[in-house]
């Protein structure tokens, strides 16, 4: 199973922190099995910086990434939601076209989990904490 990683990037230049955030869901998720896609590292931005320039319509960065990004996501069967997904439009997004194609869909945060998940009694089995370090 092919999970596609979404949470807030916001930034064109990839902050640290969020290249650690979306490495440590990579980790988990490869060690429990998993096949990922990770935006922040698929080398898309280049692609999306062309069609910027030399697209015949008036696009952005931010649309034509979200564009490539949904793409990768149409050929995945899951997704995994980082626990700050509510706060980017594009995550939001990606959630809404995951739940539209039929993906599975999984959760760092619990109560997302819970909400999210069509038993909220048995909501273990969408909800994958990141184990961090203090």
Known sequence: M?????????EEVLSEATRQKFAEAEQMLKAKGYETFNPTTSGLGGYAEYNVKNAMYKTSFYQEILLCDLVQLAQCDAIYMLADWSESNGANVELDFAVATGKQRFWEGEEDAKVFCDDAGNYTDVWMPIEREP
């Open 2 to 10: 092919k999970v596609y990683i979404s949470g807030k990037i916001g």
